[in-house]
């Protein structure tokens, strides 16, 4: 079992920047990838960003050139530095892990979500 616990959501204007961290504990020497889904408002969650334990990354569409993931291995947490945030970027945002060792292999195991809201 994984346990992972976000932090780092809040509001923020348009234009402005946010740093999400999430923490791993439990079986995390089984991990492989760590990566982030949001989730706005009506809407399905979406993948964000994701990168393995070797630090190869891959991006949604909508977040390049703007969000940057991260990893700590030794503290077992991922980040998403989120910079030049727009109205669309409000959403719950929640941390996933999976030990697949694929880089976009289907997570399993979730964080209990973090709120981003964007507006002026």
């Known amino acids: 079992q994984v346990r992972l616990v976000e932090s780092g959501g809040g509001l923020v204007q348009p234009g402005g920047s946010l740093r999400l961290s999430c923490d791993a504990s439990g079986s995390i020497f089984s991990i492989y990838v760590m990566g982030w889904y949001r989730q706005a408002p009506g809407k399905q969650r979406e993948f964000v960003a994701v990168?393995?334990?070797?630090?190869?990354?891959n991006y949604a569409d909508s977040v390049k050139g703007r969000f940057t993931i991260s990893r700590d291995n030794a503290e077992n947490t991922v980040y998403l530095q989120m910079n030049s945030l727009k109205s669309e970027d409000t959403a719950v945002y929640y941390c996933?892990?999976?030990?697949?060792?694929?880089?976009?292999?289907?997570?399993?195991?979730w964080g209990q979500g973090t709120q981003v809201a964007v507006s002026s």
């Open positions: 996933y892990c999976t030990s697949r060792r694929h880089l976009m292999a289907s997570p399993d195991y």
């Open positions: 990168i393995s334990s070797t630090g190869i990354t």
